[in-house]
T-cell receptor
């Protein structure tokens, strides 16, 4: 069975500092990995994905994520956090032959001015 | 038109009411989904439709009844709901097939309150 873990319920970071939101996964075969962001009372918005190729994936709003196969991780990063980045972030994964995404429980990011 | 449109955005209903949530996707996708998002709980996949055929029903109570008349429209019919059914209901679509990555595109959600 597929699973995604986001070990932190909440991450606090000062504006201008780098941020990391952690994600680990367990799927069969090569993974498809995704990050989504959700603002209050809104749907989930796609940020970036890893399918194959370079381990460092760049996405929307200056976010990037690093795929680490040996650690089965796909951490979301941004070099300099903005207050407007404060939101709920979801990691999702699917395995070979499965189109159904499994989501983590989400991490609330708070960027403090 | 945005990619995935959900109506209504907000709905308040009593436990004896019957209402429906509507979802429409303008992306030409062949799969549509209903998710439930409750406070402090992970996203719950409720139903999956692939080429208009239901392929997944994750032990959802029968008071939730999905309908997919075509590949662009998805409904969630609600009747005799319970207060614990209050949640944000999210619709999503994706393209499923060889070479596709299954990336989901979400609507803005329908916030349901059951009194």
């Amino acid at each position: 069975a597929q699973s995604v873990a986001q070990p932190e319920d909440q991450v606090n970071v000062a504006e201008g500092n780098p941020l990391t939101v952690k994600c680990t996964y367990s799927v069969s075969g090569n993974p498809y990995l995704f990050w989504y962001v959700q603002y209050p009372n809104r749907g989930l918005q796609f940020l970036l994905k890893y399918i194959t190729g370079d381990n460092l994936v760049k996405g929307s709003y200056g976010f990037e994520a690093e795929f680490n196969k040996s650690q089965t991780s796909f951490h979301l990063k941004k070099p300099s956090a903005l207050v407007s980045d404060s939101a709920l972030y979801f990691c999702a994964a699917s395995g070979a032959g499965s189109y159904q995404l499994t989501f983590g429980k989400g991490t609330k990011l708070s960027v403090i001015p | 038109e945005t990619g995935v449109t959900q109506t209504p955005r907000h709905l308040v209903m009593g436990m004896t009411n019957k209402k429906s949530l509507k979802c429409e996707q303008h992306l030409g996708h062949n799969a549509m989904y209903w998710y439930k998002q409750s406070a402090k709980k992970p996203l719950e996949l409720m139903f999956v439709y692939n080429f208009k055929e239901q392929t997944e029903n994750n032990s959802v109570p029968s008071r939730f009844s999905p309908e997919c008349p075509n590949s662009s429209h998805l409904f969630l019919h609600l009747h005799t709901l319970q207060p614990e059914d209050s949640a944000l209901y999210l619709c999503a679509s994706s393209q499923v097939g060889s070479g596709d990555t299954g990336e989901l595109f979400f609507g803005e959600g329908s916030r349901l309150t059951v009194l």
